[in-house]
Each structure stands twice: as structure tokens, then as C-alpha cells.
């Protein structure tokens, strides 16, 4: 008895199903893979961390962009204000104005205001500071040392990156990306400056 | 005497053959081979509940045919992974892939040809590959530890009917006849089988061939151990990318690298806090003949640091000669020109930097950048040669060494458009609110100073550097998934390379009153690398040797292996045992 066609048929039936099954998984593990992956970015950009909770801000001795020795040890007892910023990026210069403004405001209060200058030269990060009249210091991070002891302590992922220092050393948060006038005053509530 | 004939099964009516093979095949063979027979059971179609969909679904998944072409589809998907320029290994390249094809890179780019291996679609490929082999692999794990566990079958009736058999009179009683092929068999390490109390008829049953499933669990085991590697690398390593300029220092933190790819349950924390240096850097390229200009050989010459304040120590990293610093290793993956320039603006120095340019052709080393300095409202778009030549008014490279260097820009003024939260990329310049200064690109060579127009100020081409593009990798799996490979390898070739085979003697009283007639049947199913043939046919003539007495060398060796019938573990021999009283077939 000749039954070759029925046997081809059968066959394919079988690929044809074995090949939707396939196509049908592919396409839900793809959309829970995409659903998955773009969660990830939806995070809020400021930390603050609790009294208690705060990781220690470590110690470092480094040089200004221009030439001055800093210790950071030295700003113990003060709320320090640190900013992680390279001229090259572009919110590191939009974001600028807010902390001129911010220094203004507060460094009459006592809060020191520091920045810290990774993968750049001293001619364009003090190009960008003599334009936009920030007069408060810099690191010459161009080798990133102060940065990478920095990131071991809290996790920062980018330039530019934010965070206030309380008066005992600890980091009290951090904002990821420009910072915005209003987080930065919330922090600095968090590490007791009131004004 | 021995009489070793041809398959008789053709002979045999079709379906005693087949009920003959399914007794004495029963758990049988389990080898690589036999999994590709799974799933051809999971066409069946869904009972209409969910679970029955969930179960049809899961059988689907974990059928070899779907593993077969889940595999297949990784295999394909990795094909554009290394016909395009990725983004992990050589980001360079997928810059100058879409200045070369404005049209068709964004759209590979939405479907993430330029990083396939970090793409969904990819990852969606592989999970399911993930889920199907586990889901096919530990049941079966199961089924093979139970495979290898299983005692001989008992003896089919009619051994005559096996694929090879042997029939012989003996002038031994049945049971001693038995007992001496017991022995024989016992003597080559086959696993026994007797009848059990209350079991007609006088037999045994031998399996040897064990290490084949011992080989088949330890490939699955391995296969496994592969699959939870490459999982420990996904979800604990990374790989990073960072370019680095002759002279320069990075520290390997996320904000510092210029790409990085961590593992799920990697953090910037979890990077090897190392700081490397670039001291040197040469590139040797031949210099006649015909593959003039071909790289012969690159050396970055580097200083690192492995902790913060550690002590500072020297290596060269070559191409497949990675820097090991920490668990992470850095390999040399790029390399290009950097020409320094200095740009004073009106209100003073605005630039000072090596600027890193990326080679649009490797062979000539013909390289684009840009230089901006915001601080002077100036940009530059440049093009460098390393031996510069000029065909026809076009600025051309004819060697990649930086025997002539020479750069030629064309200067824009206005706003660069660089205080603004928008990220740009540092190797583009956004013209669109700037003019240009002049028609024609500026050629300028080393240590020349082009006064620009007006009171714009002037640029300086300085001199060159050579900057590298190094990968950092963190892998925890590698090593687990190479031992893990060869394992599997091994118990590979062990299942394929042992093999099962089961031989059966039956013995009844010879129609005379004395003595037996003794039946050997041998079975093997995979005869892969054959042999069975004579090696049942020596064991044949063993058995006949030792249940002739006259043959036998010491005659005290025949009731020295008496069964014990009432045991469980029938190949445990107890000697000086008296025969036991067998119901039946006790002739004479």
C-alpha cells in the first residue's frame, strides 16, 4: 500500500506546528525581555540615604585645576557640596547656572561647594568655569583616581553625578544627571543645613 | 559445535520479533542519538484547558526539534553579530558604518544589528535555548540514573530468535550448565540476573556496557554545568570598553569607561578598582613588498595600578596578549591617531587636548574628529593623514604609519549647542547653530598655527599621539565552561564508544534425559564501533568450554559458583554451596 503523501503531510503538519510553537515563545520571551530591560531606567535620579545608612565619603589629597593642593580631610565639619563634572558634557555645563546660583545662596551658609573634573584638561575646565564666573575649586581628576574612590562608595554610573557630604564625612545623597534646584536643597535639608 | 548465525529476527514472523525486542531492549540504549527522538510525541495536540496548553507549550519547548532550531536561529543571529561593526568590541567602526550608510544604519540600528549580542531578540533566542535544555536535560538525568541502576532484563524465551545465537548440548545438568556460563560471565565483569524464586526455567541474563550511561550522565551533567557558566558570566561578569591617549591615566569606574556591559547582578561597585596608564604605544606595519602597509605587529606599553594606592607595576598588552589585573582582563582591541591642538579664543586659552580621531580606513589610517572648544564658540571638523599625499586637490593617505602627518580642518563659529542636557557624542559636531569660517579645508602640519579670520582667534596642530581602544572583560564562567566542555566531551565519546550488550544463556534437558541443551543469545543495540560479533562468539565458545567437563579447567571451579536463587543481587556468588533443588528441569 502506497501511503508516501499521507506520511509528507503528516510531516509537515509537524514542522508547521513545531515552527508556530517556536515563533509563538520567540515573541513572548522577546516582549518580556524588552518589558524587562526598559524598567531598569524608569529609577528616580536622587538618593538620599538615612542617618545610619550613610556610606563614609573616603579621603583623598589631590590638586586644583589650579595647582592648589586640596585635603579633602579638611572640609570635616562643614557640608560639602561635590560635583563630579568634565567640560566635555553637555548637562555638566547646562547644569552650571543651578550651582553657580546654589554657592551663591548657600556658601554663605558654610556649605563648601567642590567640584570634581574627570577626563579633561585644565585649559577648557577652566575655559567653561572663567565663562560661566564659577568661583569655587575643582580637582584635576583627569586621571579619575578621586572619582574611582568616590564610585567604590556609592554607585555612580555617569557624569555629571551630585553628592552632598554631611558634616561627619558620610554621604548624605546623590543626584544622578543636572541637578535641579530644588533636590539640591533637599539633600542639604537631610544633612541639617536649614536657611 | 558453535554455530553463531545471522540476525534471525528477518527470519521470525514480524510481530514476535518486535514483542522480542521490546523485552530484551527495555531501557536500553539512552545515547545522544536517542534524545533527538524526543518530541516527536509533543505534535499531539493541546487538551483545550490552560494547563494542557501549558503542558503542550512546556513539551513543545523542551523537545529536541525546538533545541535544534532554537540553536540554529543563535548560530544565524550571530551571523550579523560578526558581518557588522559592534558596539562593544569596536565602537569606532559602527561611527564610521553610519557615516558610510546614513541610510540603512538606523535602521540596523532598530533592530540592533550593532549590538546583537546585547540585543532582546538575542537574549530571547538564548533564554528559550536556556529553558529548553534544562527542562530537557534534568528529566532525563533522571531516566539515566535510573537507566544505569536497572538490572538485566530476564531472559527472552526463545534466545534463538536474537540477533546473534549460539545452541550446543552439554553433558551438565541444566542448573550446573547455567552456573558454568554464570561464572564465565561473572569473570568478565557482566552484571547477572538469575531467576527469581518461583521462576520457571533455568537461565541468566548478563548486561555489561554500563560506562556508556555513566558517560551519557556525565555528558548531560556537563551540559548543565556549560549552561549555568554562562550564566554565572551573564549575570556576574561584564565587559567594558575604554579609549585611552598616549600619555593618559583612566581609572576603571563607570562614569570613566566609555562603554560598559554589566552582568545582571553587576554594579559599578563590583568593577576591579585598577588605574592604567598608556606609555607607549608603537604599531609595525611592512614596508615593501606587496602587503605594504599591512600591521605586522602592535605593543601598548601600559602602568597599572591594580588597587587604589597600590604600587604601580609595567606589562605590554598585545593583541591575544590580555593585561590580567584582578580577575578582569584587558585586551588591546583598537588603536588610532590623536592629534594635540590648542585653541585660543577671544577671551583667552579655550582647548588643550590630544583628540582622539577615528580611522574611517584602517589600511591608510585616513581618520575623522572633531575638536570643540565651547569656551571660544569654536569647532573644527578635521580629517588626518598619518603620510600625507595629495591626488587631484583630495588629501590622501598612502601609508598607515605617521611618517608625514598632516591634518586639514574646516573651523565653524557660534554655538556648539554643548550647554544643554541633550548628550552629544564627543566624535560629532553640531553645526546647526554655527557658520562656517572659510570655503576651503585648512591643510595644516605639526606645529603650525592657523590665524582665523576677524578676531576669532587661532588653532594650533601641536603634534600627534596615538590613542588605544583596550576591552575590559570580567568572565567568572570561562574556566567552569571549559572544564565543563571538555567534560562533556569525554562522557560524549565514552557513550558513544562503550557499548550496551546484554547475553542470555537458557538451558533444558536434553530430549536423551542427560544432560542439557544450552542456548546463548547476545544482544547489542548499538554496534557503533562493532566488534560484538567476535566478542560474543568467544564468549560462546567459553560458555561451551566450561560446561564440558572434560573441558573444564579445575573441577572444583563448576560448584564453586552456585546461586543462591533467593537473593536479589543474582551476580553475588555464594560457593560450596550445595545445588539447589530446582522444581523443574532437574533431569536425571
Not at chain 1, 524587562?36 to 563614609?56: I, L
Not at chain 1, 551663591?104 to 584638561?121: H, K, M, N, R, S
Not at chain 2, 532525563?140 to 534463538?160: E, I, W
Request: include cysteine; hydrophobic fraction near 40%; glycine fraction near 10%.
Amino acid at each position: 500500500v502506497f501511503k508516501g503523501p499521507a506520511v509528507f503531510r503528516a510531516k509537515r503538519r509537524t514542522v508547521v506546528t513545531t515552527a508556530a510553537a517556536v515563533f509563538v515563545l520567540l515573541a513572548a520571551a522577546l516582549v518580556v525581555t524588552v518589558v524587562t530591560q526598559g524598567s531598569g531606567d524608569a529609577s528616580a535620579n536622587m538618593v538620599a540615604y538615612r542617618v545610619g545608612q550613610r556610606p563614609a565619603a573616603p579621603e583623598f589629597t589631590a590638586s586644583s585645576l589650579t595647582g592648589t593642593p586640596i585635603n579633602f580631610a579638611s572640609y570635616r565639619g562643614k557640608v560639602v557640596v561635590l560635583n563630579v563634572w568634565g567640560s566635555w558634557c553637555p548637562p555638566c555645563r547646562g547644569e552650571g547656572q543651578t550651582l553657580k546660583y546654589l554657592d551663591e545662596q548657600y556658601g554663605p551658609e558654610g556649605v563648601a561647594f567642590l567640584g570634581d573634573d574627570i577626563e579633561d584638561t585644565p585649559t577648557q575646565a577652566l575655559s567653561f568655569l572663567r565663562g560661566e564666573g564659577i568661583t569655587y575649586p575643582s580637582v584635576n581628576d583627569s586621571n579619575g583616581a578621586v572619582e574611582q574612590r568616590l564610585s567604590l562608595a556609592v554607585p555612580i554610573s555617569g557624569t555629571p553625578t551630585t553628592l552632598v557630604i554631611d558634616k561627619t564625612g558620610h554621604i548624605a545623597g546623590m543626584i544622578d544627571g543636572a541637578v535641579t534646584y530644588p533636590e539640591v536643597t533637599t539633600l542639604l535639608r537631610d544633612a541639617g543645613v536649614t536657611k | 559445535v558453535t554455530d553463531v548465525h545471522a540476525p534471525t529476527s528477518k527470519a521470525a514472523p514480524k510481530s514476535e520479533a518486535a514483542e522480542l525486542e521490546g523485552e530484551a531492549t527495555r531501557a536500553f540504549g539512552t545515547g545522544p542519538a536517542e534524545l533527538a527522538e524526543r518530541g516527536s510525541g509533543g505534535t499531539s495536540g493541546p487538551s483545550g484547558t490552560g494547563a494542557g496548553w501549558g503542558r503542550w507549550a512546556w513539551r513543545q519547548l523542551t523537545s529536541m526539534r525546538t533545541a535544534l532550531i532554537l540553536l540554529f536561529l543563535l548560530a544565524l543571529g550571530s551571523v550579523p553579530g560578526s558581518i557588522l561593526p559592534q558596539q562593544g568590541a569596536d565602537p569606532a567602526s559602527v561611527t564610521q558604518y553610519f557615516q558610510s550608510h546614513p541610510g540603512l544604519a538606523p535602521w540596523l540600528n532598530r533592530l540592533g544589528l550593532f549590538n546583537v549580542f546585547a540585543s532582546p531578540w538575542f537574549a530571547a533566542i538564548y533564554l528559550l535555548l536556556f529553558a529548553s535544555l534544562v527542562g530537557c536535560v534534568v528529566p532525563r538525568t533522571f531516566k539515566l540514573v535510573g537507566s544505569a541502576r536497572t538490572p538485566p532484563p530476564r531472559a527472552p524465551r526463545n534466545l534463538a530468535r536474537l540477533p546473534l545465537s549460539v545452541t550446543y548440548p552439554s553433558a551438565l545438568a541444566p542448573g550446573a550448565a547455567v552456573d558454568a556460563a554464570a561464572s564465565v560471565l561473572g569473570g568478565q565483569r557482566f552484571r547477572l540476573r538469575r531467576p527469581a524464586a518461583g521462576d520457571a526455567g533455568q537461565w541468566v541474563a548478563a548486561e555489561k556496557g554500563y560506562l556508556r550511561e555513566v558517560g551519557n550522565l556525565l555528558f548531560h551533567l556537563s551540559l548543565l554545568g556549560v549552561l549555568l557558566s554562562i550564566a554565572l558570566g551573564g549575570l556576574f561578569g561584564y565587559k567594558a570598553d575604554e579609549l585611552l591617549v598616549q600619555g593618559q591615566t583612566f581609572s576603571d569606574s563607570t562614569a570613566q569607561l566609555a562603554e560598559f556591559n554589566p552582568g545582571r547582578l553587576v554594579t559599578g561597585s563590583d568593577l576591579a578598582p585598577f588605574s592604567l596608564t598608556l606609555d607607549n604605544f608603537t604599531a609595525d606595519y611592512i614596508n615593501s613588498g606587496a602587503s605594504m602597509g599591512q600591521p605586522e605587529a602592535f605593543n601598548a606599553g601600559v602602568t597599572y595600578t591594580a588597587t587604589p594606592g597600590g604600587t604601580a607595576k609595567k606589562d605590554d598588552i598585545q593583541v591575544n596578549h590580555p593585561l590580567s589585573v584582578d580577575s578582569a582582563k584587558v585586551y588591546l582591541i583598537g588603536h588610532g591617531y590623536a592629534p594635540v591642538f590648542k585653541v585660543t579664543g577671544p577671551n583667552g586659552a579655550a582647548y588643550n587636548e590630544a583628540t582622539p580621531f577615528i580611522p574611517a580606513d584602517t589600511n591608510s589610517m585616513l581618520s575623522d574628529g572633531v575638536v570643540k572648544a565651547p569656551g571660544a564658540s569654536l569647532g573644527f571638523e578635521g580629517v588626518f593623514v598619518p603620510t600625507e599625499y595629495m591626488a587631484d586637490g583630495t588629501i590622501e593617505s598612502i601609508f598607515p604609519a605617521a611618517n608625514n602627518p598632516m591634518v586639514s580642518l574646516i573651523g565653524y563659529t557660534g554655538n556648539l549647542g554643548m550647554n544643554s542636557d541633550a548628550p552629544q557624542s564627543v566624535y560629532q559636531l553640531d553645526t546647526t547653530q554655527m557658520t562656517k569660517i572659510s570655503g576651503s579645508p585648512h591643510l595644516m602640519s605639526p606645529g603650525s598655527t592657523w590665524k582665523l579670520p576677524g578676531k576669532l582667534g587661532s588653532i594650533t596642530y601641536v603634534g600627534t599621539k596615538q590613542w588605544v581602544s583596550l576591552a575590559i572583560t570580567y568572565d567568572p564562567g570561562q574556566i567552569p565552561a571549559l572544564v565543563c566542555g571538555m567534560l562533556s566531551l569525554a562522557g560524549l565519546l565514552l557513550s558513544f564508544f562503550v557499548r550496551r550488550r546484554r547475553v542470555f544463556v537458557r538451558a533444558a534437558p536434553a530430549p536423551g534425559g542427560i544432560g542439557s541443551i544450552v542456548t546463548i543469545g547476545g544482544l547489542t543495540r548499538t554496534d557503533a564501533s562493532g566488534g560484538f560479533e567476535d566478542e560474543f562468539a568467544s564468549l560462546a565458545s567459553d560458555i561451551a568450554d566450561a560446561s564440558s567437563p572434560g573441558a573444564a579447567p579445575s573441577p572444583a571451579a563448576e560448584p564453586a559458583t552456585a546461586p543462591d536463587p533467593n537473593k536479589t543481587e543474582p551476580n553475588k556468588t555464594e560457593p560450596n554451596k550445595p545445588e539447589p533443588n530446582n522444581q523443574s528441569e532437574t533431569g536425571a
